[in-house]
């Protein structure tokens, strides 16, 4: 990239860093230092403003940067992502949002743990929050860190490292200082560069071609090597049997994670009612439905216009498919439109990671604090010590999740984003819906719910080709891979809903009846709801 691509790039993204960083401090001056205000914002959010804010935190670079980097490399395969992206908010809005809201005070394991035992449920839900939202922060520091490499030249290892580092720490600022009301202003204020930057790029990909879709996917075709196998399924997932059933490993874990997804879940607690969180969830979907149409067009634009060779070039995961397509669409390397084009979208990427990584880190820190630290003192700890608990967890989680960027810096981010969701689905997800729906569940099937689910899937993980025994691999020198899928959701998902019957089935435990009563008028009418 050019000096001056450089200098505006960085220009606009340190006004966005200046904007949200007033933002932040302009909320700590005002915050009153309850959990209450920490963790849900004081419920004070409109529908329309968490609806947006939802967007921001679910819109992250593996839609951005990842999917569509996926589409300009393998065509109609890369659509799954989108399709499962998308269809998981109808799990939400029908079985989830209204629910969680009546029956939960600020996470996951309140839900709960209102008709068990407390204390091993919410150290079991505590941990698997943690450890999804370090996975999902993972996706996004490997995407600040392409995003860097490709405004600075393509430079190596140093550049990259600090600039994950940079957002890391800027992600700790927004979470200890401003809370969850800062980062719901930031998450809109994100959500609304990103709609209009998606919209500009796709009515720029659309005049291209005169309007006529047709031919953009004609041309992305001849130009991908692959002729109409570019736009038929099986590029990507057709190679075999085994190909087949990650396909199908990977829908599953997209549609079904995302109602598992600690910093999704918390947002439902930033509202007043759960009529108010449904209808979030109604805003979300118009607006998230919206942008991945857009995606689709911007994907298949990459393709047809920049290139996929030209892709893998700059990354072999294609997480630069969109800055360099708003590169040529400004008119080419050099060009001023080019400079203004590439240096803004540069910027709204930069800006979506970091709201995106201020969600996430927020909801960790909180299981942290609110579940984990709480339930290991034996005693309730006062909430003031504890929001200071979920400012410090806020650090360490976010060094964590640095140190695994770094590691993982060569994966494409929407793969990554992958493997979160199906961890998610194996093990907030079971324990979830049998709280809600299952009149029997016991505190074991609670807790065998989580670990029979977890343990898996990141055991499936560790052998799986991410890992080793692949020139792509994380560590392509070695070879302990056996397990042949990429994605363990086929097999950890089921086992996580199994686990969590078995262990209620061998339970000597006797059901709270009343207690389910009580949580089940509460969840459906929202009686006696914080």
């Known amino acids: 990239m050019t000096g001056n691509h450089q200098t505006l790039a960085l220009f606009l993204f340190s006004a966005f860093v200046a904007v949200t960083l007033a933002i932040t401090t302009w909320v700590s001056r005002n915050r009153h230092g309850s959990a209450e205000e920490f963790y849900a914002g004081g419920r004070l959010f409109s529908p329309m403003e968490n609806g947006f804010a939802i967007a921001g935190d679910y819109m992250s670079a593996a839609s951005f940067l990842g999917v569509t980097g996926l589409i300009a490399l393998f065509g109609y395969d890369g659509l799954l992502y989108l399709v499962g992206f998308f269809v998981a908010w109808l799990l939400v809005l029908f079985l989830v949002a209204e629910l969680v809201r009546n029956c939960g005070r600020f996470t996951l394991a309140d839900v709960v743990a209102a008709r068990m035992s407390e204390r091993p449920v919410r150290i079991a839900a505590g941990t698997s929050s943690v450890i999804v939202s370090v996975l999902y922060l993972v996706a996004q520091m490997v995407g600040a860190g392409s995003l860097v490499a490709l405004l600075l030249g393509g430079t190596s290892g140093p550049a990259r490292a600090w600039t994950v580092i940079g957002v890391g720490a800027l992600m700790v600022i927004y979470v200890s200082l401003g809370g969850m009301r800062a980062t719901t202003w930031i998450q809109i204020v994100k959500a609304v560069l990103l709609l209009a930057g998606t919209v500009a790029l796709t009515v720029l990909v659309l005049l291209r071609f005169h309007g006529d879709f047709d031919r953009l996917l004609l041309t992305a075709a001849e130009r991908s090597g692959h002729g109409d196998a ?128 201020a969600g996430i880190t927020l909801a960790s820190s909180a299981s942290v604090a609110h579940d984990l630290y709480a339930s290991l003192r034996r005693s309730h700890a006062k909430p003031h010590s504890e929001v200071a608990v979920a400012r410090i967890a806020s650090v360490g989680i976010g060094v964590v999740a640095i140190a695994l960027g770094l590691l993982a810096r060569d994966l494409n981010v929407a793969f990554l984003v992958g493997l979160a969701f199906a961890v998610a689905a194996s093990t907030n997800l079971p324990v979830l819906l049998y709280s809600l729906f299952w009149r029997n569940f016991t505190t074991r099937g609670a807790v065998w719910a989580v670990y029979g689910g977890l343990i898996p899937a990141l055991g499936l993980v560790v052998l799986s080709p991410v890992v080793s025994g692949g020139p792509e691999s994380l560590f392509p020198g070695v070879d302990f891979q056996y397990f042949p899928l990429q994605n363990p959701g086929l097999v950890s998902i089921p086992m996580g809903f199994l686990a969590g019957w078995l262990g209620t089935v061998t339970s000597a435990e006797i059901p709270d009846e009343a207690k389910h009563a009580e949580t089940e008028v509460r969840a459906l009418t929202g009686a006696g709801a914080v």
């Open 230 to 357: 570019f736009l038929a399924p099986g590029l990507k997932y057709g190679g075999g049997w085994t190909a087949r059933f990650d396909f199908i490993s990977l829908g599953l874990a997209l549609v079904l994670g995302t109602a598992g997804l600690p910093h999704i879940l918390s947002r439902f607690y930033t509202v007043p009612t759960a009529r108010a969180a449904r209808r979030s969830v109604l805003w979300s979907i118009g607006l998230i439905g919206g942008f991945y149409l857009m995606t689709i067009v911007l994907g298949f634009g990459a393709a047809a216009i920049v290139g996929p060779e030209a892709v893998r070039g700059s990354s072999a995961a294609g997480n630069t498919a969109v800055p360099l397509l708003a590169l040529n669409l400004g008119g080419g390397a050099g060009s001023t439109g080019g400079t203004v084009l590439f240096a803004i979208v540069a910027a709204v990427a930069f800006a979506t990671i970091l709201a995106v990584v």
